[in-house]
């Protein structure tokens, strides 16, 4: 009876050794990221606008209005949590958040008795939360310094896009150019990841993001912009992420 007490017992043992190095072994793969930077380049435009040629006392022209003209200040920061498979594949999950400060920006002008006047308009902040999932492929593993590739797959929510608008005549109106919501988005990157010391590394990530395009505004108030209502003012864009992660391995 006692050798098979301690036969039971060094078999729970073995089974828990085994079942704790598993853990142990499944936890060294896990990895979490902070990351931070800004946005290098926002292409695309809210509204095409058109220009009056004939510039007669009473006609109004509205000019292009660019993404990167009416925003400043487009910072963003988040964080990610991956699994590596093997030294060259990981997985990964990230959530991040950007913000684009609004700025004022001329958008047209009208032409009176009195020559030109200006039509400016002072956009709102404007942000956007995401969630991606994908993977990411490293070259020259085990090196200090690793280039890798990734993509992701995910959606974005997109707060409105909203504006004060210069009225020719005077005072100001708010128009909505296009409504919040959620959009799919497309994610490509590339970079460096370099580490300095055991468990930690810097991860430096030139990123490319596509985002499905908002859903159209019907604010009647569009036409001070020169666009149709309902007419969608913000399609499908590309955006530019730049980020600096710190990368802490368990």
């Not at 007490?5 to 853990?23: D, F, K, P, R, Y």
């Not at 292009?64 to 498979?85: P, Q, T």
């Not at 958008?107 to 994908?134: C, E, K, T, W, Y």
């Not at 109106?173 to 970079?191: S, Y």
């Amino acid at each position: 009876m006692k050798h098979k007490s301690i036969s039971i017992l060094v078999g729970l043992a073995i089974a828990c050794g085994t079942v704790s190095a598993q853990a142990d072994s499944l936890g060294d793969n896990f990895s979490v990221e902070l990351f931070a930077g800004g946005n290098a380049g926002v292409p695309g435009s809210f509204s095409d606008g058109h220009k009056t040629l004939d510039a007669q006392p009473g006609s109004v022209a509205y000019d292009r209005v660019d993404f990167k003209s009416v925003y400043d200040n487009r910072y963003m920061g988040g964080i990610e949590l991956g699994y590596a498979f093997n030294d060259q594949l990981t997985s990964f999950a990230r959530a991040g958040y950007s913000q684009f400060d609004g700025r004022n920006h001329e958008v047209g002008q009208s032409f009176g008795d009195s020559g030109r006047v200006p039509i400016n308009a002072q956009f709102d902040d404007n942000s956007m939360r995401a969630l991606d999932v994908g993977a990411r492929y490293t070259f020259a593993p085990g090196a200090a310094l690793r280039p890798f590739v990734g993509v992701g797959l995910g959606a974005s929510d997109l707060s409105a896009t909203r504006a004060m608008i210069d009225n020719p005549a005077g005072g100001a109106t708010r128009v909505e150019l296009a409504k919040g919501g959620t959009v799919f988005e497309q994610r490509v990157e590339t970079g460096l990841q370099y580490s300095p010391v055991a468990n930690f590394d810097l991860r430096l990530t030139a990123a490319a993001s596509h985002l499905g395009g908002q859903k159209a505004s019907d604010d009647p108030n569009l036409a001070l912009l020169g666009v149709a209502p309902t007419h969608s003012t913000v399609g499908a864009r590309w955006d530019y992420p730049a980020e600096l992660g710190a990368v802490y391995h368990f």
